[in-house]
């Protein structure tokens, strides 16, 4: 025996109960045509946001793309290639590291990743 499932009597979000033609309803929702408006709204700004955030960290990434960071990797290679000693590489990774901690726009890259949203499990 097949299912046959309940049509709803009003809004969901708002309480409006419908019209005998089913004019206010909007189809296969429970909202009425205004709630429809702002549930649309409210869903197209967060996407929209989401979809700037994404474009920002991706024009972030372009200076730090292989094909952009070629040079800088080449100049590394002939200083480490000059090291011999244990003690000149830690000199040398010393100064790196400090080089990156005090990079801004590279830590401005880092710390806009969405890892903790991805975890996050409250909505």
Same mark, same amino acid.
């Given at each position: 025996?097949?299912?046959?499932?309940?049509?709803?009597?009003?809004?969901?979000?708002?309480?409006?109960?419908?019209?005998?033609?089913?004019?206010?309803?909007?189809?296969?929702?429970?909202?009425?045509?205004?709630?429809?408006?702002?549930?649309?709204?409210?869903?197209?700004? &967060?996407?929209?946001?989401?979809?700037?955030?994404?474009?920002?960290?991706?024009?972030?990434?372009?200076?730090?793309?292989? &094909?952009?960071? $070629?040079?800088?990797?080449?100049?590394?290679?002939?200083?480490?290639?000059?090291? &011999?000693?244990?003690?000149?590489?830690?000199?040398?990774?010393?100064?790196?590291?400090?080089?990156?901690?005090?990079?801004?726009?590279?830590?401005?890259?880092?710390?806009?990743?969405?890892?903790?949203? &991805?975890? $996050?499990?409250?909505?």
């Amino acid at each position: 025996m097949a299912y046959k499932k309940e049509l709803s009597k009003c809004c969901s979000k708002c309480g409006v109960e419908w019209l005998a033609d089913l004019s206010n309803k909007t189809p296969k929702r429970a909202l009425c045509l205004e709630c429809k408006v702002e549930v649309n709204k409210e869903y197209s700004i &967060k996407n929209n946001l989401g979809r700037k955030r994404l474009y920002n960290r991706m024009e972030k990434k372009s200076s730090y793309t292989f &094909k952009n960071r $070629n040079p800088f990797w080449q100049t590394l290679r002939i200083k480490l290639r000059m090291m &011999k000693n244990r003690e000149e590489w830690l000199a040398f990774i010393k100064q790196r590291m400090d080089e990156i901690l005090e990079d801004k726009v590279l830590m401005d890259y880092i710390n806009d990743t969405d890892v903790l949203d &991805k975890f $996050n499990t409250e909505k």
